[in-house]
């Protein structure tokens, strides 16, 4: 059984499907909490399953839909260049478990919004290596490695 299924959801449901199927299920057992007894007790162990059942749940959905190309993922990275805010945009990738060339891309941008150049660097070379063939990651990390060099020249 899928952890969708649990939440009569398929595996492709969308994550706003997931949170309507979550809050539905926590409301029918957050009237048992208050109970005495076996009846208590067993809202109690059916509300802790919800939650962690929920947070695999979150997991699989942020780890099937973080790819290049997912527009949820591309305006979460351009409101975090646009506001210099990485927050969002780093913990979706912490909740990354497959490091995938797009992934270090990712951790890249993050790393070079908050000016830490050579660990932006770092895993653009990462994602050169998972990628070769990938243009648009060759000319970043091409252009990281240009910048810091004039940097360092004028220091």
Do not use: P
């Not at 009846?39 to 162990?45: F, I, K, L, V, Y």
């Not at 891309?105 to 932006?120: C, G, N, P, S």
């Amino acid at each position: 059984m899928s952890i969708m299924e649990y939440f009569g959801l398929s595996d492709a449901a969308a994550e706003s499907e997931l949170v309507q199927a979550y809050e539905k299920m926590k409301s029918g057992f957050y009237d048992g909490l208050f109970l005495k007894g076996k009846e208590g007790r067993d809202a109690a162990d059916n509300m802790t399953r919800l939650e962690e059942s929920y947070s695999e749940a979150k997991g699989f959905i942020i780890n099937r839909d973080f790819c290049e190309g997912n527009a949820d993922i591309t305006a979460m990275i351009n409101r975090a260049i646009a506001s210099n805010d990485v927050y969002e945009l780093q913990t979706r990738l912490d909740a990354v478990i497959e490091k995938t060339a797009f992934w270090h891309y990712v951790e890249a941008v993050a790393f070079y919004i908050k000016k830490l150049y050579f660990d932006a660097m770092e895993h653009l070379r990462q994602a050169v290596l998972l990628s070769d063939r990938n243009v648009k990651y060759a000319k970043a990390l091409f252009r990281l490695e240009e910048k810091i060099l004039m940097e360092s020249a004028n220091d």
